[in-house]
């Protein structure tokens, strides 16, 4: 097989590999052929199996090392780490990469002899295969932005791009900033945690994303944005229409920074994630944040763990959950919340007919025994509903394990016993038949049918071996104590309901069950 790189994404950066593939600013002889100077490149430029490190699994390729040379005795040379790949149907060769993860990039200055810095051009334009760029914890600095900016100029294909960790500071947010506001680049999700972006970035960021209606998911977690900060990002907020998601998690609001993100969002209509985790809210920021809930009826996910609440705040977010339509997954882990305030909130919960919550997340929560029949109560008007807590109190080891008798096996007993298939009884929990349906549907789903009664300890588990990162359940496989069922020809790959771990599997033809698809 042949793979082919295309693009050449670095150029002129004044340095080749010697022997040992380290960096040097030594030219190869002028009168030396660019194209086979470096092992593994043939004469078209195609890099050579037998040359490269590469394993292929899956349609993923992890390359790595490949380094082309071109006339003026500059490298191309950049360090692949993965490659999402799409094979061709001709000769089996790889033309078409999705993904690219380039470490390390050399993207900071490098002086030539003569002490100037080298100019870095980023020639990606007439690449339409490569749609995600990894580029994070790259030392990337201000010349290297300037040059990722012109690639992105005329580069209409590229959606995601991750820039994290490479302490762009206020010069590469400026840079940026003027980017974004002219609406013209194809991205859509930019990542940009760990760059020691402070107050004046977050306000060249609101000009930016007030503007931009682009970039769908953005990351400005792991900086340094305070009070002052929140102000901005919360203008921006205020005027932005096109961000579904948005992460300021780990950096430093307090009250007034929370209290101005609140007050953008309640003008905001379009974000539906968000993550404000590891900053200091308090009660006075999670008050504000319960008047948003009250009024949003765009947000779906919040998140704000680790923001000081206690039970005065959690009561001020249960009034706002009392009328919210909108949210399904409430996280407020490693808050000082009692049982007290844990009960406050899923009694909201059930005072709200319409509420769509799926998820809340008080784990460090120790609860009562009565706390469990209080959400028993709630779940059966919102069977959609999953709290994880701490542990509840004084019970015994015997009956937490008869909470936690394996679910797969009651499955399993009753297919065999009504002689059907297991994919059979998954089917008939959803309406359209499908193999796939979303958590809490399937939630809601198994609680509400009585043809094996499982509790919410056994939902859970159940959920924790069939779903997804994407959030969707998928019962399209069944695997059960050693016992290997296929719903088709070579479709099993690392089965989740299986007790052991199934990296890779092979079948004979003869393997395949008819009567399981």
């Known amino acids: 097989m042949v793979m082919r790189l295309h693009s050449h994404l670095i150029k002129g950066l004044g340095f080749v590999p010697d022997s040992e593939g380290n960096a040097t600013t030594k030219k190869p002889p002028h009168n030396t052929c660019p194209l086979t100077a470096e092992p593994g490149l043939g004469p078209s430029g195609h890099m050579r199996k037998e040359d490269c490190q590469s394993h292929q699994e899956g349609g993923r390729l992890a390359v790595a090392r490949s380094t082309r040379v071109d006339h003026n005795g500059c490298v191309r040379s950049w ?85 994290s960790n490479n302490d762009l500071g206020l010069k590469g947010a400026s840079t940026i900033s003027e980017f974004l506001q002219r609406n013209t680049s194809s991205l859509l999700n930019l990542q940009l945690s760990g760059n020691n972006f402070k107050d004046e970035s977050a306000e060249l960021f609101c000009q930016a994303f007030s503007a931009n209606y682009r970039i ?196 399993q007993s009753y297919a065999d016993q009504h002689q059907i298939t297991v994919i059979d009884f998954f089917k008939s929990l959803n309406p359209n038949g499908r193999m796939m349906m979303s958590v809490g549907d399937f939630r809601k789903a198994m609680i509400q049918q009585d043809k094996v009664p499982m509790n919410l300890y056994q939902v859970r588990e159940l959920i924790k071996k069939l779903a997804e990162k994407t959030g969707m359940v998928n019962f399209s496989c069944w695997c059960l104590g050693g016992t290997l069922r296929i719903m088709e020809p070579g479709g099993i790959k690392n089965c989740g309901l299986c007790y052991g771990s199934i990296k890779t599997a092979k079948f004979s033809p003869d393997a395949f069950n008819a009567s399981l698809a």
């Open 216 to 411: 769908k998911t953005l990351d400005l977690s792991h900086n340094e944005f305070s009070d002052k900060g929140g102000e901005h990002l919360g203008q921006m907020l205020a005027l932005n229409i096109g961000l579904q998601s948005l992460d300021l998690s780990w950096n430093q609001f307090h009250t007034q920074g929370a209290v101005a993100l609140c007050n953008g969002l309640r003008a905001n209509v379009t974000l539906q994630k968000l993550d404000l985790s590891m900053n200091g809210f308090g009660n006075e920021g999670a008050t504000a944040l319960g008047e948003v809930l009250r009024l949003n009826n765009s947000l779906v996910y919040i998140d704000v763990s680790s923001n000081d609440i206690s039970n005065e705040g959690v009561i001020k977010i249960s009034k706002g959950l009392e009328f919210n339509e909108s949210l399904k997954v409430l996280k407020l882990f490693l808050n000082p919340v009692s049982m007290d305030g844990a009960t406050l909130l899923i009694l909201s919960i059930k005072r709200n007919p319409k509420s769509k919550m799926e998820e809340i997340d008080i784990s460090n929560v120790l609860v009562s025994e009565q706390f469990v029949k209080i959400l028993d109560g709630v779940c059966a008007i919102h069977p959609q509903l999953d709290v994880t807590y701490k542990a509840v109190q004084g019970f015994s080891a015997k009956k937490e394990l008869l909470l936690w008798t394996n679910p797969m096996k009651l499955i």
């Open 79 to 163: 360090n692949v780490e993965e490659m999402n790949l799409k094979p061709s149907q001709q000769h089996g060769t790889v033309t078409r990469p999705s993904t690219v993860r380039l470490r390390p990039l050399w993207l900071y200055k490098k002086r030539s002899q003569a002490g100037r810095a080298q100019k870095q051009t980023w020639r990606s334009k007439s690449n339409t295969s490569v749609v995600t760029l990894e580029l994070a914890d790259n030392c990337i600095m201000e010349e290297g932005t300037l040059s990722l900016v012109q690639m992105l100029q005329e580069n209409y294909y590229l959606q995601d791009l991750n820039i």
